[in-house]
């Protein structure tokens, strides 16, 4: 126990770290020295506390359930919930499924909006006047309220099912992203040149014209995933999202949140979690923007105005 | 006669503005054969349409807002390129006929080797294999003289000078050994030396593969180094029309005659030496508003009545019959050749 302990202290740290690393980062960008470490340390903190050695119960164990609500202490790291189990252990282990929805759901969002927005900007006319119309009305819709109706309409609705609909509701900002810059890149030399050897639409799309999108399409993913967790958190929060015995980081503030004057830990630390991965991810996506944009490479953070 | 490998025919590209100002006339109604094996030059100031005529003929116009209009006709190889569809058109981009364009700096993808990319178009149109497209690849960058060919293969555009990447765009460009290179000002964003060694290398592998050769160029030296036979465009039109020798020893039109006299000369006669280097007085028109008559009245030292009302046709100026053609009135009325004062 004490060696699962002291292993798990290590990933918080190293979670913790990862993030400060990453905030301190975002405010040295502001100032001249922008140059150190682009490359985001994040992600090895990430998959750090996904790692199922950090934690030192079952992530369902219920370990006296006589006696509930126990502070943190060297054996339970972060306290014991109204149900008796380990905050810590469930807290890694809800890494897994907040961080896993939030990758795949991304990963969904970008893959539909990356190819939305290509053939919008690469065809223009019509086709782009009727994908950028459906865009405007998936902006205009209210996400939460979207996905809250689809899961009150299909009771006990299936985790892949909710990762996917919260992936479909989640592409429209990339799809705009995308068209700007393939609009952009769909006028430059080398394209015409592509088309000039006689490659198709296709091939000019995916080999010529995406490839030297990449680069804000990473960003956007990257800042992406922190509001897909959030709005998985929100959802299982609410009850409607992830199914509770299972730990998620929403559900698990669920858990303690009626008795939060009492144990305070059992939601505090899942909210902390969310706060905190939520914030490396944007940290990471600034990092990113600022590592993959060639003219930032260039310049030695000259003017400090401009946008972020 | 030999039968021309590509007859361009009234081609008229235009291009409708946005805001209310018309429509551009870029190309209005140009008329040109490409005979198999030869090169012909275009020549003619910024603006005048050489570039849309390069890219109408391979239908690379952007559409909207520009258009081909209907009774423009471009024939190759036996076949009306307006009329292809998409499949058939991409079948002889790249493959028969192929392009080089201006800027080598950014005419190439950045962020695929140069391998990747002089592959291309044979995979695109041969279906070869990865293994077989790399040794082609090499095997063209060797034959644009490239040293290290099997390095240099892998390398990516930023690593290589202007010069080399205009060698791997010619190396793109003649993999599929294609019938008809056109070449859009290939060496107008090169050093002079450099110029020279791209030239060079076009006239070879011109000899080499037996194709012919488009060369549009706003540099009359480039045509006289390089051409078998020049058309000279202005304001959308072809203005005048004759083999290279011909078109230099004898100029009809007179803004050949003011684009000769614009060039600066070492072995010029001593009259042309004591005196200022000239040049045509006046800008091109814009496109949107092309004058009346001869485009070419505002700014030219003969014009008279006649020219302001009445367009001119393509006049045969004579010697063999059909190759030299000028389009001004000057050929009816040869006395008013002395410019106002």
């Known amino acids: 126990m004490n060696v699962g302990n002291w292993l798990a202290l290590g990933g918080a740290a190293i979670v913790a770290l990862a993030a400060v690393a990453a905030l301190r980062r975002r405010i040295t960008a502001t100032a001249s020295g922008r140059r150190f470490f682009r490359h985001p340390t994040a992600v090895p903190g990430l998959f750090a506390i996904a790692a199922p050695v950090v934690a030192p119960y079952p992530p369902y164990f219920q370990i006296d359930i006589t006696n509930p609500d126990l502070p943190p202490s060297t054996q339970f790291l972060l306290g014991t919930d109204p149900y008796s189990r380990d905050v810590w252990s469930r807290l890694v282990y809800g890494a897994r499924v907040s961080l896993g929805i939030g990758a795949v759901a991304m990963l969904v969002a970008a893959t539909i909006g990356t190819a939305v927005g290509a053939v919008a900007g690469y065809f223009r006319r019509w086709v782009d006047t009727a994908l950028m119309r459906l865009v405007d009305v998936g902006l205009a819709m209210p996400r939460i309220f979207v996905l809250l109706m689809a899961v009150a309409l299909w009771e006990h609705i299936a985790l892949w099912v909710l990762v996917l609909l919260i992936g479909l509701t989640g592409w429209f900002g990339t799809s705009r992203l995308v068209r700007a810059e393939v609009l952009s890149l769909r006028e430059r030399d080398f394209v015409v040149a592509a088309r000039a050897a006689g490659a198709g639409s296709g091939r000019v799309i995916f080999r010529h014209v995406l490839p030297n999108a990449a680069g804000p399409i990473i960003v956007s993913a990257a800042l992406g995933i922190g509001n897909m967790m959030l709005l998985e958190a929100g959802l299982s929060f609410l009850g409607l999202g992830v199914p509770p015995p299972a730990p998620s980081w929403g559900n698990m503030i669920a858990d303690g949140w009626h008795k939060m004057t009492v144990a305070w830990w059992a939601s505090t630390f899942p909210g902390l979690a969310i706060s905190l991965v939520v914030m490396a991810f944007n940290a990471l996506g600034d990092a990113l923007r600022d590592a993959l944009d060639p003219r930032r490479a260039g310049e030695e953070g000259g003017e400090g105005g401009g946008a972020a | ?341």
């Not at chain 2, 910024?46 to 391979?58: A, D, E, P, Q, Y």
């Not at chain 2, 559409?63 to 009329?83: A, D, Q, W």
């Not at chain 2, 006669?269 to 008559?293: D, N």
């Open chain 2, 1 to 341: 006669m030999t039968e021309p490998l590509l007859r361009v025919r009234d081609l008229k590209t235009y291009f409708v503005t946005e805001h209310g100002s018309g429509t551009a006339r870029a190309v209005d109604g140009v008329t040109f054969d490409v005979l198999p094996g030869e090169t012909l030059g275009i020549v003619g100031e910024s603006g005048c349409g050489k570039t849309v005529t390069s890219l109408s003929i391979l239908r690379l116009i952007p559409e909207p807002p520009g258009h081909i209009l209907p009774g423009s006709f471009i024939e190759f190889e036996g076949r009306n390129l307006l009329t292809l569809d998409p499949r058939e058109l991409r079948a002889i981009r790249g493959n028969r006929i192929a392009m080089i364009f201006q800027e080598p700096m950014t005419s190439l993808n950045p962020v695929f080797t140069v391998g990747d990319q002089i592959a291309e178009a044979a995979i695109v149109h041969h279906q070869v294999s990865r293994r077989a497209a790399r040794s082609r690849a090499i095997e063209m960058l060797r034959l644009v003289g490239i040293p290290d060919p099997d390095e240099r293969v892998d390398h990516y555009p930023h690593q290589m000078s202007g010069g080399m990447r205009q060698r791997v765009m010619i190396a793109m460009a003649l993999v599929c050994r294609p019938q008809l290179l056109i070449a859009d000002e290939p060496t107008t964003a090169l050093d002079v030396t450099i110029q020279a060694q791209i030239l060079e290398l076009i006239d070879r592998l011109q000899a080499e593969l037996g194709m012919a050769v488009l060369l549009i160029t706003h540099d009359l030296g480039i045509v006289a180094g390089s051409a078998d036979r020049v058309v000279v465009m202005y304001a959308g039109q072809v203005v005048e029309q004759a083999p290279t020798a011909t078109l230099f020893a004898r100029p009809l039109h007179p803004y050949t005659e003011g684009l000769l006299a614009s060039v600066p000369r070492l072995d010029a006669p001593p009259a042309r030496a004591r005196g200022r280097l000239r040049s045509i007085p006046g800008q091109v028109p814009a496109a949107t508003a092309w004058p009346e008559g001869c485009r070419f009245h505002p700014r030219c030292p003969y014009a008279w009545d006649r020219c302001r009302a009445e367009e001119p046709p393509l006049l045969d100026a004579g010697g063999e019959p059909g190759t030299h053609a000028v389009r001004c009135w000057l050929l009816t009325d040869p006395r008013r050749r002395t410019p106002h004062p």
